[in-house]
């Protein structure tokens, strides 16, 4: 692996040290600054299906706001309603304790 890097390094002119630091500056995760999020996406970072988050913002479960003709969920309200249900399982075990 090393020689294929430094063939590569090689053939760009640049040493291996920079060559590396270029990949991992290109491929670090972005971070997300968007504070609303689509039913799609919002549902993908809770790790649950499409049709479940749908379910969560009709009952208001999940806070959601109207932008024109769009349906957003603020990044908070997904903080706001994991908070809760983890507050409601600890309530439920200590009562079962």
């Not at 760009?12 to 491929?27: F, I, M």
Request: no cysteine; proline share 2%; net charge neutral.
């Amino acid at each position: 692996m090393s020689a294929l890097l430094a063939r590569f390094a090689d053939l760009l002119g640049v040493t291996q040290q920079e060559l590396l630091d270029a990949v991992q500056e290109h491929t670090a995760p972005q971070q997300d600054t968007r504070v609303a999020l689509t039913v799609e996406e919002a549902a993908r970072r809770l790790g649950v299906g499409r049709t479940t988050m749908y379910a969560l913002v009709a009952s208001g479960e999940v806070e959601s706001v109207q932008i024109g003709r769009l349906r957003r969920v603020p990044v908070r309200a997904l903080d706001s309603y994991v908070n809760a249900r983890t507050q409601a399982s600890a309530s439920t075990v200590a009562l079962a304790a």
